[in-house]
């Protein structure tokens, strides 16, 4: 099976490196870090921008223009944003199986389905991961750039690993959106259900259960949603895992027994 793995896996990397959303996206994550290091540069200099609307979200902005303040920026732009970008990662690489109709194809290869999935979790882990590298790098790149003060190696230190495990935690949950891609037949479904948690996990969030609800233990991680009750305890992860191991298991029995029609 590791054989199997290992050929689908480079199969699915080929296919990524050659499309065109991941262009897309390594755009959008240098984008998004660009606009975090803006608007940082806006509160240092508040004077250059003319009367309107982005003055007073600026002059109203109640955080500091230095590394402790950006770093938080960015750690809850992981925490949000890396389960949508993921989400939409996971989604492409199941669903176009089924948009472009080369599901059949797939499945008529001499390689187990089993095998099929775990390469196919593995190309998306693979590039969830360097986004949020992009993501972290770039922004670190937009804070020298504009001279922030107040850097420490300890706030780098714990930059780095509130960000890295924030995108780790937030991977576990792409296998219940690559079930929900392959019931689904396409990529609209899981594009749905992923924002729809993220709706949820805002909510939970505020009321307190966010802890007992997959999709907010992220974002509760990363410090994007805080509140009553919004410490993670040992169930949160455990949960979270759950839910990832229920996605994967799921995942693999639908393309292994459901009619793929």
Known sequence: ??????????????????????????????????????????IMHPDILPPGLLKTKVDLAAVSADWPSYFGFLEMIIGILGIILFGFVVAWIFGREYSDKTVKDI??????????????????????????????????????????????????????????????????LAPP???????????????GFVIGCMGFANLFGNIGLGPYFPWAVPMLYAGAVEGPGSELSAASYVILVTTCLAGTIGTIAWWKYADQY
């Open 107 to 172: 499945l008529a290869l001499p390689s187990s389905r089993t095998s099929i999935v775990i390469s196919k979790l593995l190309a998306t882990a693979v590039w969830s991961l360097l986004i949020s590298v992009i993501i972290i790098a770039t922004g670190l790149l937009a804070g020298f750039i504009i001279k922030l003060p107040l850097w420490s190696e300890q706030a780098l230190f714990d930059y780095i690993r509130i960000c890295v495990t924030t995108a780790l935690l937030s991977l576990l």
């Open 177 to 191: 959106a690559a079930f929900i891609a392959s019931a689904g037949h396409g990529y609209l479904a899981p594009v």
């Open 1 to 42: 099976m590791i054989r199997d793995i290992t050929a689908s896996l480079g199969i699915e990397l080929l296919k990524i490196r050659k499309s065109l959303i991941f262009i897309i996206t390594i755009g959008i994550s240098v984008f998004i870090s660009a606009i975090m290091g803006m608007f940082m540069y806006f």
